[in-house]
């Protein structure tokens, strides 16, 4: 079993930057596709990115690729989501997700909801 803690969410201006933290536990941490996803008030769940087992592969939502970079440390078994010029808009609950056996193409696919395991969230708000 895997357990997922996230971190590092807060309020910040526009324009600024958060780094967020998924700590998981267990040793096959490894073996799992890792994913953020974000849910805003009143709104559905919505892929940000995810990240192979590797690290060699990642997939982002469009609106998302140009400012967000997902990134893995299987060694300190911790997933990041590093998030660039924020936007009011990206105000939302942000949970880390796993999957084994799976791709970051897979993970990205609308409507997908076949993840192992959850995080809690964590709560980001920016400010305009």
């Known amino acids: 079993q895997v357990q997922l803690v996230e971190s590092g969410g807060g309020l910040v201006q526009a324009g600024g930057s958060l780094r967020l933290s998924c700590a998981g536990s267990?040793?096959?941490?490894?073996?799992?596709?890792m994913g953020w996803f974000r849910q805003a008030p009143g709104k559905e769940l919505e892929f940000v990115a995810a990240?192979?087992?590797?690290?060699?592969?990642?997939t982002y939502a469009d609106s998302m690729k140009d400012r967000f970079t997902i990134s893995r440390d299987n060694a300190k078994t911790t997933a990041y989501l590093q998030m660039n010029s924020l936007k009011p808009e990206d105000t939302a609950v942000y949970y880390c997700?796993?999957?084994?056996?799976?791709?970051?193409?897979?993970?990205?696919?609308?409507?997908?909801?076949?993840?192992?395991?959850w995080g809690k969230g964590t709560l980001v708000t920016v400010s305009s």
């Open positions: 267990g040793r096959t941490f490894s073996t799992y596709t």
């Open positions: 990240i192979s087992w590797s690290g060699g592969s990642t």
């Open positions: 997700a796993a999957k084994k056996y799976s791709t970051p193409q897979a993970m990205g696919v609308p409507g997908y909801n076949d993840i192992d395991y």
